[in-house]
C-alpha cells in the first residue's frame, strides 16, 4: 500500500467535501470541485470557493423568503450547513493527512473512514434539511404566509406560486415519453415532483431504460449527483455501476477520488481493487504497475471517459450557473414586486 502526500488527502477533500456538501447550498456548492479542485493548495482554494459560492446561494434563497423571519431561519440553517460541510471537509483532510505519520491504516481502512465520514455529514445536511422545512412551515404558519394568503398576494403583484414541474413528451415509444422532466423547485416546502420517467429522464429523481440526468439518476447511461447504471457518471458524488465515475465510485471498474473496483479501480486518492489499481492509496495484486496502467489504456471506452473527466468541471459550472439563475430571477422578480 502506498503513502500518499498530504496533497493526495486535500484532493480527497475537494472532490468528496465539496461533493457532499452541494446539498448545503442546494445544489450549487460542488461548483468548486470542477471549477477549483485539484491538488495542494489548488484543493484547498476549491473548499473556499465552495464556501463563497455557498454562502451567495444561501443568500439567494433567502431572498425568496415570504418574511423576514423566514429569511433568517433559511439563512441561519444554511449558514450552518455551509460552515459545518467547510469543517468536516478539513477535518477528513487532516485525519488522511496523517496517515503514514501518527497512523498507518490500510486502503480498504481508508475507504471505511471515508464513508462513514460521508454517511455522517449527510445525516446531519439531512436532518437539518428536515428541520428547517418544517420551522419555515411554523413561521408561514404563524405569520399568515402560507400557501394560499400569499398566493394572493403574488397574485396582486402579478406572480403566482412556485409550483414542482412535470412535463412529458405526447410522444410514447413502448409505452414511455420519450423525454420526461420532473423537478421540485427551489421553495423548502415544495411537495416532492416526483420521479422523471421517459427514453431521457431528467429531473430531481430521474429513472430511464437508456438516458437519466439527475440528482438521483438510475439508467444503462446515468449523469448526475449520486447515480446507478451500466455506465455511471457523478459529477461531484456518488457512483454505482459497471463503469463508475464520480467522487465516491464503486464499480466493476471505478474511477474517482476514491475508488473501488471488482475487476479495477483508478483512484485520485484512494483505488481498492480486485486485479488493478492506480492511486495514491491502492491495494491489488497489480497496484500502480504499468500492467495496471495498461489495462486502464486499452479499455475501449477510455478516450470518452477522458472527455468527459476533462469537461466534467465545465458542466459543474454550467449547471451551478443554472440554478443560481433561475433563483436570482425569481429573487429579483420578488424585490420589485412590492411584497
Not at 473548499?47 to 454562502?55: K, Q, T, Y
Not at 412535470?166 to 410514447?172: E, L, N
Not at 440526468?213 to 459497471?242: H, Y
Amino acid at each position: 500500500i502506498s503513502s500518499p502526500s498530504a496533497e493526495a488527502a486535500t484532493a480527497t477533500v475537494s472532490g468528496l467535501g465539496l461533493g457532499a456538501a452541494n446539498l448545503a447550498g442546494k445544489g450549487v456548492i460542488a461548483a468548486a470541485k470542477g471549477a477549483a479542485g485539484g491538488l495542494g493548495f489548488g484543493a484547498f482554494l476549491g473548499s473556499l470557493a465552495g464556501l463563497a459560492i455557498g454562502g451567495f446561494s444561501a443568500r439567494l434563497l433567502a431572498a425568496t423568503a415570504r418574511s423576514p423571519e423566514e429569511r433568517r431561519c433559511i439563512l441561519r440553517h444554511a449558514f450552518g450547513l455551509v460552515a459545518y460541510s467547510f469543517g468536516m471537509s478539513l477535518g477528513l483532510a487532516f485525519v488522511l493527512g496523517m496517515n503514514g505519520r501518527t497512523y498507518q491504516a490500510s486502503a480498504p481502512a481508508i475507504l471505511g473512514i471515508i464513508i462513514l465520514w460521508l454517511a455522517l455529514l449527510l445525516g446531519v445536511i439531512l436532518a437539518v434539511n428536515v428541520r428547517m422545512n418544517r420551522r419555515v412551515l411554523g413561521i408561514r404558519e404563524a405569520n399568515g404566509t402560507g400557501d394560499e394568503a400569499y398566493g394572493h398576494r403574488l397574485a396582486g403583484s402579478g406572480l403566482r406560486l412556485l409550483a414542482p414541474v412535470r412535463r412529458d413528451s405526447a410522444i410514447r415509444f413502448l409505452g414511455l415519453p420519450l423525454w420526461s422532466l420532473r423537478f421540485a423547485g427551489h421553495d423548502p416546502t415544495l411537495p416532492r415532483a416526483g420521479a422523471a420517467m421517459g427514453w431521457l429522464a431528467v429531473g430531481d429523481v430521474a429513472l430511464s431504460p437508456l438516458l437519466a440526468v439527475g440528482g438521483i439518476a438510475v439508467a444503462p447511461v446515468a449523469v448526475g449527483g449520486a447515480t446507478v447504471g451500466v455506465f455511471s457518471l457523478s459529477l461531484w458524488g456518488l457512483s454505482f455501476g459497471a463503469v463508475a465515475f464520480g467522487s465516491l465510485a464503486v464499480g466493476w471498474a471505478a474511477y474517482g477520488v476514491a475508488a473501488a473496483g471488482l475487476k479495477a479501480a483508478w483512484g485520485g486518492g484512494l483505488a481498492w481493487a480486485g486485479e488493478f489499481a492506480v492511486g495514491h492509496w491502492t491495494s491489488a495484486p497489480e497496484a500502480n504497475t504499468a500492467a495496471a496502467r495498461s489495462w486502464f489504456a486499452e479499455q475501449f471506452y477510455a478516450s470518452g471517459l477522458r472527455l468527459f473527466a476533462s469537461n466534467a468541471h465545465w458542466l459543474v459550472v454550467a449547471v451551478t450557473l443554472i440554478s443560481l439563475a433561475f433563483v436570482g430571477r425569481r429573487a429579483w422578480r420578488l424585490a420589485h414586486s412590492g411584497l
